[in-house]
């Protein structure tokens, strides 16, 4: 039986490690063919290599205009077109409104909201330019969304995010491009990035809904199910939304 988007060229960003590298795999598992990206090149190159063809990895830093230019060149030259983006890559820095600093804001502007502007521009143009329509997919947070006082410069990266995503969609509707853009919206995703806000050696299962479902932590394949979604042809009529994946901690907390 053929998978969910068998035949389709994704391309994912920040795609060696957490969720980007859950969102590789199980986008190969379910047929498509996978451009990945990251700074981590060692990591980058042993995931490609365990995926065998379906699977390529180039390095590329998000948040810059020319490494953009230069994924998309390979892109045309190799496959011609574009079908789904994911645009994952991202950094955590905690911080309230009194401990940030000027640098951890202009960095987390850089990395989490710099690299999806560019990559909505890039993409949207790669898909426009195949004819057959496509999915952006946005990794935003529930920090986005929900008041964070601890996370304040992140919070207002991923913010932006779901605003641009919105203006994306939008855009994409008014102009008949048949290319949708969403944003996800984790909270508590046990990953490398997050590693250090959990006690070592923890197991997943004390705070995950395995466990309790009143925990509020999730694990990066659930998150990637959530994008495989998005991704998916079965989700056409969604656009232009923040899909939470916080076990209900946003409902709760309201």
């Known amino acids: 039986m053929a998978g969910r988007v068998e035949g389709k060229i994704a391309l994912i960003t920040g795609g060696a490690s957490g969720v980007g590298r859950a969102t590789v795999e199980l986008m190969v598992k379910e047929g498509a063919q996978v451009v990945f990206t990251d700074l981590n090149v060692e990591a980058g190159e042993a995931l490609a290599a365990s995926l065998g063809d379906k699977a390529v990895f180039m390095r590329q830093d998000a948040a810059s205009a020319a490494d953009w230019d230069a994924v998309m060149a390979m892109l045309r030259e190799r496959f011609g077109r574009l079908d789904i983006l994911v645009n994952n890559a991202g950094i955590l820095i905690k911080g309230s409104i ?127 199910a959530a994008i495989l979604f998005l991704a998916d042809d079965a989700s056409r009529a969604v656009n232009g939304i923040e899909l939470r994946v916080d076990s209900g901690q946003f409902v709760m907390s309201i």
């Open 98 to 224: 009194e401990d940030a600093t000027l640098d951890d804001w202009q960095r987390l502007m850089r990395v989490n909201a710099d690299s999806v502007f560019l990559g909505c521009k890039a993409g949207l143009a790669l898909i426009k330019e195949s004819g057959g329509g496509g999915s952006i997919i946005n990794m935003s947070s529930i920090a986005g969304i929900a008041a964070k006082d601890d996370y304040a410069a992140y919070g207002a990266s991923k913010a932006a995010i779901a605003g641009l995503t919105r203006a994306v969609a939008a855009h994409c509707r008014r102009a008949k491009y048949r290319i949708r853009c969403n944003s996800i919206h984790p909270d508590g995703v046990m990953t490398p990035m997050t590693a250090g806000s959990y006690p070592k050696g923890l197991d997943p299962a004390r705070i995950t809904i395995d466990g309790d479902p009143m925990n509020r932590a999730c694990l990066p394949t659930d998150v990637a």
